[in-house]
T-cell receptor
Framework: GAVVSQHPSRVICKSGTSVKIECRSL??????MFWYRQFPKQSLMLMAT?????????EQGVEKDKFLINHASLTLSTLTVTSAHPEDSSFYIC???????????FGEGSWLTVV | LAKTTQPISMDSYEGQEVNITCSHN???????ITWYQQFPSQGPRFIIQ???TKVTNEVASLFIPADRKSSTLSLPRVSLSDTAVYYC?????????????FGAGTRLFVKA
């Protein structure tokens, strides 16, 4: 299957700082990528849809100025959590739409802890 | 957007066949049905995908009835390592865009 990689897998940052999470499609080009947030024992919650070369589309209730998404190339999308606070601590997952257009593949996920 | 409904949890024993059904009553013509497995602190892993009838791969089978309003993931001879959350996802990558909305998933617990 197609491979999607996230980095870092775990990050701890201080409150008020910003942190960037990268999502890469390693063996295919992805014009569309997705970012999710997942709380313990809950399902994935879609945060935004990232399209290469254009602005991301955010889901209702997601602050676009806080969660900056950039999709500058066909293999890389980044999520930057700006001015992070402890309530932003969560498991963040990305996925990429495979070339065929019908399947999405997920990254390994990134744990963010804000202290 | 096709909403999916699955049982919240299921229990099974090692060596048994497990069938998990997902309801998606408002599935669109172009939508595919995809199943994923998720372990704690990991991203979902692709299991199988289908459009209609039956699909089989090395780890699972997917049964889709003619009306496509539901689908059943079949896991043959489960083992303890199959304990995980299973999600069905319905969508397409057509001109309307692919929107991925996850349901609650099914927590499968395999006992020895």
């Amino acid at each position: 299957g197609a491979v999607v990689s996230q980095h870092p897998s775990r990050v701890i940052c201080k409150s008020g700082t910003s942190v960037k999470i990268e999502c890469r499609s390693l063996d295919f080009q992805a014009t569309t990528m997705f970012w999710y947030r997942q709380f313990p024992k809950q399902s994935l919650m879609l945060m935004a849809t990232s399209n290469e070369g254009s602005k991301a589309t955010y889901e209702q209730g997601v602050e676009k100025d806080k969660f900056l998404i950039n999709h500058a190339s066909l293999t890389l999308s980044t999520l930057t959590v700006t001015s992070a606070h402890p309530e932003d601590s969560s498991f963040y997952i990305c996925s990429a739409l495979y070339t065929s257009g019908n399947t999405i593949y997920f990254g390994e996920g990134s744990w963010l802890t804000v202290v | 957007l096709a909403k999916t409904t699955q049982p919240i949890s299921m229990d099974s024993y090692e060596g048994q066949e497990v069938n998990i059904t997902c309801s998606h009553n408002n599935i669109a013509t172009n939508d595919y049905i995809t199943w994923y497995q998720q372990f704690p602190s990991q991203g979902p892993r692709f299991i199988i995908q289908g459009y209609k009838t039956k699909v089989t791969n090395e780890v699972a089978s997917l049964f889709i009835p003619a009306d496509r309003k539901s689908s059943t993931l079949s896991l043959p001879r489960v083992s303890l390592s199959d304990t995980a959350v299973y999600y069905c996802l319905v969508g397409d990558g057509g001109a309307g865009g692919f929107k991925t909305i996850f349901g609650a998933g099914t927590r499968l617990f395999v006992k020895a």
